[in-house]
């Protein structure tokens, strides 16, 4: 009974335009900032480490290092302020379903991990 009541509630914000991406995978986040008085679309790049739950409270980390420095973000999948979703670079299948090991990798040992995904036709 609470369950249904609750998946009535949250129906109606559910985002329907998700693209399919995967732990491993390379993805460009488009999030509205608010700024004062103004808003502007910031976009953060990164590999995909983590994704947990489902239905509205759905959500994946994304992991990208800039200057030696490595930031994690976690982004609620069906955020109104999240804007789009975009796959630039697919990767190799996982055999797990959290990349918390990559955190370790470095240099090249993290570049090569990155393959791209075959697709059996």
Excluded at 43 to 63: L, N
Excluded at 71 to 87: C, D, M, Q, T, Y
Aim: proline fraction near 2%; glycine fraction near 6%.
């Amino acid at each position: 009974m609470n369950q249904d009541i609750l998946r009535e509630v949250t129906k109606h914000q559910l985002k329907a335009e998700i693209p399919s991406f995967k732990v491993g995978d390379e993805v460009c986040v488009s999030i509205k900032v608010k700024e004062g008085g103004k808003e502007r679309i910031q976009k953060f790049t990164g590999i995909v480490i983590a994704r947990k739950g489902s239905g509205i409270s759905e959500t994946f980390t994304v992991r990208r290092v800039v200057s030696d420095f490595a930031v994690e973000r976690v982004f609620h999948l069906h955020a109104p302020n999240i804007s789009g979703i975009k796959v630039t670079k697919e990767s190799m299948v996982l055999d797990t379903a959290k990349w918390y090991k990559s955190r370790k990798w470095v240099g090249k040992a993290a570049s090569q991990v990155r393959k791209k995904r075959l697709f059996a036709k």
